[in-house]
Structure formats: C-alpha cells, structure tokens
C-alpha cells in the first residue's frame, strides 16, 4: 500500500523526514494524520516517529524547542511550521492509568507501534507514501473498525482515556468499535474515573460533534462509560432518547449541551451545575445557559423579538440547530427574524449615556441605565427610529 498524493502539510514535512534518515536514523509519518490521509478526510497535526534520540534530533536541525523532552518529543520549526518528532518509546508501569511511569526509548519502529490504542492509528507512513501496517491497521480501516492493538485490556489500562477515543472515533469516523475491544471497555469502564474530566470532556464533545452520533453514544451507554462522567449516572434512559435523536451533525459543542439538558430536562441552574462539573469554560456556560431559557420559547413558536434580541446570534444559532433536531422547527424562520431585527446590540443605537448626559443634562445613574434601556427596548421592538433627534424626543417625552 502506497499513499500517491500527498496532502501539503505531508509536503511542508517531508524535508525533516529526509534531513533525518540522511543523518543515517529512521523517520515516518504516524498517528492520525496517516489513518485520515488514507480515509481521504483533511489531515491536522502531522506526527513523526523516529528512531534518533531526542539529544540526536537536536543536532539535525537549528531550531528545536524541548516541548516533552522526557517523553521524547522535540518540535522542529521550519519554514513557519511547527513538527513534533517523537523518539520511538515503550512505556512500563501506568500505576495511575494515565501516564506511563517510565519511558523507554527504544530503536524498533514496531515496539513503538504495539504500545498505541488503535489498528487504525498504528499505521506508519515512510517518506515515499509507503504504508507500514504491522497490526492489520489497513484491514480494519476498510472494515470500518475500531480494533485495540494486541490486549485491549492491556492497552486501556495504560491509558483509560483510549476507552472515551474508541467511542468519540466511532462517532467522527463512522466506525465500529470492534467486539472483543467493546468488551474490554464495558469490563473496565470504571477506570475512566482516574483521568482528568478535561480530557474526557474533550473526547466527549468531539463524540458529539460526529457523524454518527447515534453510534457512539450507543456504545457510550452500552458500555457503562456514561456512569463515570459527572452527573451522568442517573441519566440512563434520558442519554437512551439523546441518542435516538435524528443524527443531522451538529456544528457546535454549545447545542450538544444543549440537546442533554433537554433530554435531562435540566433548569438553568441545574444545567450550568452540569457544565460546571464538566470543568466547561464560562462562555460555553452562558452560551448553553442562555440556550436553555430559548429553547422552549422557539419549540412552542412563542419566541418574541425581544427575546431573540436579548439570545443574541450565537445563542440563536445553536438554540436552532437543537430545535430542528429535537421538533423539526426550520430555522430560517427565525433566523429571517432576527436578521430583521433594527439593531442586534447595545452598541448599535444612535446614542449612548454620555449623549444623554450632554444634550439633556442627565445625571448618572439609575435614571439613567433606565432611560437607555427603555431606548434599547422601543428600538427593538420598532416602536422608535434609530436616530439621534427621535431618541431624544422621545426620552424627554418619556422623562415627563
Ligand atoms: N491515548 C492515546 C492517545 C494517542 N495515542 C497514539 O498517538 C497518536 C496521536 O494522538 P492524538 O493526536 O491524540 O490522536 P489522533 O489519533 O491523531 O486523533 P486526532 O485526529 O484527534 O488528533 C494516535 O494516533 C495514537 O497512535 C495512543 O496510542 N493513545
Ligand atoms: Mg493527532
């Protein structure tokens, strides 16, 4: 097997490729980018493995940055690129099942291939496109299945979080998680509580994010993983309807949020508690928060302008994604009437509080904050034009 046509991030890598095997080592592209250039999807990260130490990587080339030096990785910048060439390792010990308690770095491009989680990401690809496939990894990519290298129970204690890559692989792949690796998971779920919930969190929203949601949310419950994520546990038959949902893709982490708190009927303080435990950012929070307020106003078509105002572009937009998922509501509707709306932010009104002051010798305060939220509102709800003299007319006729 042979890759013909490169994609130019393999291009941009071929001279380190090169630069190293000419200083007499081994080179190859690994991981991802090699399963994705042979599933034809866009490649991200190109990784390289190699048989040079890290202290032997560093003499290759004139810019080098020690990104994980212990673990035997070293970024080359080149030409504006960043590449991280990682010295061929084994790992022993995992007493934590995350990390490895000591690596070891060895000179066997197939001892470095059989301590990875998956056929499909144990493919190592050489400096002319030819296709290294020590672990069957082709047969299962054109089989469409998620098959751990060698053990599988071996190779998801080295690292529980394998388990969460398998199911967030079936759903942005489209794969199966192949049976004896299913099994494992399903024995060993429990051991995805000892990794940090970022990164389950992390594999999570790609899940959801998938083509083939239904798929990997299935294995997610069938598995028993779901009980180890924060406030999942009770929510059995609620993730069951989550995952029945039609599974149009979704293009935002905020309306998978979303789509949860609906299926586990969640308030918003119950849903920001969720989000919260998830260790989520404050903006996808609110985003999700503010979600969970329009939602039901969008579903039941009682959504008035005010309300889309005050949502904002964002919130619309993932608050419609769910409602098509969930109801079949056309989203253009609404988007039509937000568009429409005569501003979409406080900053867009012809004048602001220090007009207010100048030309009607307002004071500060609450007075105020009123006046101009009382402009925002008859603006919006196109009870008043958007120009200087009509806001001031009106704040003085209102101000009586
Ligand atoms: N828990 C993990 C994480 C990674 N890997 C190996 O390291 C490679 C690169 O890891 P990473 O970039 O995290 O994942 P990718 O498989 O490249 O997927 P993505 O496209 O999301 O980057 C993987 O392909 C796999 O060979 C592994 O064995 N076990
Ligand atoms: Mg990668």
């Excluded at 988007?335 to 500060?364: C, F, S, V, W």
């Excluded at 008859?378 to 009586?400: F, M, R």
Aim: with cysteine.
């Amino acid at each position: 097997m042979k890759i013909t046509h490169f994609e130019p991030d393999f291009v941009h890598a071929l001279p380190i490729l090169r630069a190293i095997e000419a200083a007499g080592y081994e080179a190859y592209f690994v991981g991802g980018s090699v399963r994705d250039a042979l599933l034809e999807l866009p490649i991200h990260d190109v990784d390289i493995a190699t048989s040079a130490y890290p202290a032997e990587v560093k003499q290759i080339f004139t810019r080098t940055i020690d990104t994980g030096i212990q673990h035997g990785t070293v970024t080359v910048r080149d030409h504006g690129h960043s590449y991280e060439v990682t010295t061929f390792r084994t790992e022993s010990g995992y007493q934590d099942f995350r990390r490895p308690d000591h690596v070891t770095f060895v000179r066997s491009l197939k001892e470095d291939l059989k301590r990875r989680d998956f056929t499909i990401n144990a493919l190592a690809m050489r400096e002319d496109g030819t296709i290294l496939d020590l672990f069957h990894g082709l047969d299962d990519l054109k089989a469409h299945l998620i098959r751990a290298v060698g053990d599988p129970n071996q190779r998801f204690h080295e690292d529980a979080l394998r388990m969460m890559r398998a199911v967030r692989f079936e759903s942005q792949l489209g794969f199966t998680v192949e049976a004896q690796t299913a099994a494992a998971i399903k024995t060993q779920h429990e051991l995805l509580s000892k990794i940090a919930i970022e990164r389950t969190h992390s594999e999570f929203a790609k899940l959801m994010l998938g083509i083939k949601r239904h798929n990997g949310l299935t294995t997610f419950i069938q598995s028993e993983l779901y009980t180890q994520c924060p406030d999942f546990a009770t929510h059995r038959d609620d993730l069951i309807s989550l995952s029945q949902l039609n599974d149009q893709q979704l293009t935002d982490e905020a309306s998978a949020w979303l789509l949860i708190a609906n299926a586990f009927k969640l308030t918003v303080a119950q849903t920001r508690k969720l989000l919260k435990d998830w260790k989520s950012s404050n903006e996808l929070i609110a985003t999700v928060a503010a979600g969970v307020k329009l939602l039901p106003l969008i579903v039941t078509g009682s959504a008035q302008p005010l309300d889309l105002y005050h949502a904002g572009a964002d919130v619309l937009r993932i608050t419609l994604e769910a409602a098509e998922i969930l109801q079949g509501v056309a989203p253009e509707t609404w988007q039509t009437q937000y568009d429409a709306l005569p501003i979409h932010d406080k900053h867009e009104l012809a004048i602001n509080g220090k007009d207010l002051m100048e030309r009607l010798q307002m004071q500060p305060g609450p007075q105020l904050g009123k006046a101009l939220n009382g402009v925002e509102r008859a603006i919006v709800l196109g009870q008043l034009e958007n120009n200087e003299s009509a806001i001031l007319k009106w704040v003085q006729a209102n101000a009586e």
